[in-house]
């Protein structure tokens, strides 16, 4: 991810893409699809507040922010997809 975010600043520094072009390619990083959710049976829903609930299989993992519940639920994806 290093590589990644390295290549999005440097090519918003040097105007290859626009703040909302960085802005939509760092989410993309950041936030796990649906469709990777549902195969490792991952839901993140609003709980209220601004707040997220992580869960798997039914079981409840974690309450935060919107990105930190896909920050954890990418960790999750990456150890079992080794």
């Not at 993309?28 to 601004?50: C, P, W």
């Not at 930190?68 to 990418?74: E, I, N, P, V, Y």
């Amino acid at each position: 991810m290093k590589k990644e975010l390295s290549k999005i600043s440097d090519d918003l520094n040097q105007g290859v893409i626009t703040n909302n072009e960085a802005r939509t390619l760092l989410l993309g990083l950041l936030i796990v699809s649906e469709n990777t959710l549902a195969k490792h049976k991952l839901t993140i829903k609003e709980h209220g507040y601004g707040m997220y609930q992580l869960s798997q299989n039914g079981e409840f993992l974690m309450e935060a922010e919107k990105l930190d519940c896909h920050k954890r639920a990418r960790e999750i994806v990456e150890k079992y997809s080794r």
